[in-house]
């Protein structure tokens, strides 16, 4: 049974700094291609970040670009969402996908919040 697990998110102010983590039972994560993916309060979900999972290329919204990074640890079976130069805007629930044989599998999410 496939279970995706988010965690690392909390509260920070502008300008600081997460690492949020994707974890899975299950699978093997470099498998598949991985995306990181964010819903604020009153928003639909979007897409934030995503890892290949051939070549690891990696893909990033624009209003994340240069602030976010997106990274594997295979030894751990893990993906990572190395986040910087936090504004409030970001802040929303976390969650990491992976599309597995023609499902969608998501994890509960992690909250990341940043206000002053």
């Known amino acids: 049974q496939v279970q995706l697990v988010e965690s690392g998110g909390g509260s920070v102010q502008p300008g600081g700094s997460l690492r949020l983590s994707c974890t899975a039972s299950?699978?093997?994560?470099?498998?598949?291609?991985i995306g990181w993916f964010r819903q604020a309060p009153g928003k639909e979900r979007e897409g934030v970040s995503c890892?290949?999972?051939?070549?690891?290329?990696?893909d990033h919204a624009d209003s994340v670009k240069g602030r976010f990074t997106i990274l594997r640890d295979n030894v751990k079976n893990m993906v990572y969402l190395q986040m910087n130069n936090l504004r409030p805007e970001d802040t929303a629930v976390y969650y990491c996908?992976?599309?597995?044989?023609?499902?969608?599998?998501w994890g509960q999410g992690t909250q990341v919040t940043v206000s002053a």
């Open positions: 996908n992976a599309f597995i044989q023609g499902r969608a599998y």
């Open positions: 890892i290949s999972s051939e070549d690891h290329t990696t």
């Open positions: 299950g699978v093997t994560l470099d498998d598949f291609a």
